[in-house]
């Protein structure tokens, strides 16, 4: 207080930054302390036969409150067939071994905004909200990482159904499916501009949630979404595992596909799907391919009243009449390509409604409607962040982005990097240098003492406040009161 008496005030964003990094030295040490702690503890308790001490290594760990420097040993395995490897058992025992030096807060705090944001920008937004520093090279090293763990996790469910191992449980009457693609600019390895290619994107999902639609508002149910650019073969063996993960296939009813017409859209596992051709494509190419505003609104009414024959023959007039055989007018052209078109795609100008036949009861919440949804997730889920901006994307990089993205969109994001950094702490060793540091005795206990002790047990301006809940909870962790 006397620093404000005799004028030397600070701004209140200096005293937060002030306090923020003090608050985050503390933290530092007592993670220091309990790594180190935890891996003699390890040491202890390991195979001495089988892991060799040989000592320990200097390391860091990046955290929300920055940087953790540590030690931890490093151990001599011989294998039975005699192959030697060294390993960390901390790191092991961590789950440091998976995804990489860094905590889970941390990743999913990374995860998150590097799927919202350019690597850049996410990186300077970690950086200026935590206490930790992240560069734009280490938030794109971290999102590959997880992308290829999402691939591996993809590639083993893909396995599980092929070898008649499906886990799905759930049921439904018809199970909605709509697949299109986003284009996107790649680079090569030098990052020079190449030739585009498609991001493939799948959604599923039960039906409407019936309550919002009386709200008018409209909210898919059950929908899960599933991203990337392989090849098509293999995008739809992901797909089929992915829907075996969650339903029990023999239970479906009715599998109803939406779709632009593409063939590699129409490559499904089940035979007796129901194709739909994408309502938004379908008035797309009537806008393209006609130039006549009332020759659009003929075709339009013919498709709607299910005259099909009468919509393409329709077509085929028009483009003759509009023939001039001048090379340069491609009135003709374009109709005789919608004609075209829509004759390939002719089994799905009906509505699913009409196909099916009968249309089931919705499950209880739901409600059904028309599809073409596609669109627009494609835009929630891909464009939003992988085009536009001038952005170009390596095929592996856009792949990785497109795993990490579909995951968000499902709500599944944070919990993967979980599964990837969330290692386990033994409960009595945290107890056991809890206990130490939140007193000030730690330098009784390993000698090193702790850079924060004397601050803590400094006169605290904060004693001579008002004590509401909030700050005694605030002083209660400064003064080491558990």
Known sequence: MGSILDGNKITFNELEQNIFRFVCGIAQDMTRSILEDYDDELSRERDKKAYRDKGKRKTSIKTVYGDVSYERRVYRKKADDGTVSHVFLLDEAIGMDRIGLISTNMAQIIAMS????????????????SGETISA?????????????????EDASVRRMEAGEAQGTEKTEILFEEMDGVWLRMQDSYHKKS??????????????DSKKEAEGRSTLVGKKTLAGMEGSTEFHRKREAYIEQIYDVDEIGRRVLNGDGGAWIRETYDEDAIFQLDPYHVQKAIIKGLGDAGAREEVRAKLGAGDIDGALDYIRTYADSVDS???????AENARELHAYLSSNREGLQPWQKQIGTVPEPPEGCCYKNMGVQENQNCSVITMRMKHRRMRWSERGGNNMGKALARR????????????TDGQICAPVLE???EPLSAARSPKKDGKGSSYIDRISAHMPLLDAVQTAARKAFLNVLKGVR
Request: glycine content about 10%.
């Open 114 to 129: 590097v799927t919202e944001n350019p690597y850049r920008k996410g990186a300077m937004l970690v950086s200026r909200t």
């Open 137 to 153: 090279s280490g938030a794109w090293n971290l999102l590959q990482k997880l992308g290829e763990r999402i691939s591996e996790e």
């Open 195 to 208: 030739p585009k290619k498609e991001m493939k994107v799948y959604t599923m999902y039960k039906g409407w």
């Open 325 to 331: 055989g001048d090379p340069g007018d491609k009135k």
């Open 409 to 420: 969109a499902n709500g599944e994001l944070q919990e993967t990097v979980s599964r990837y």
């Open 432 to 434: 056991e240098v809890l």
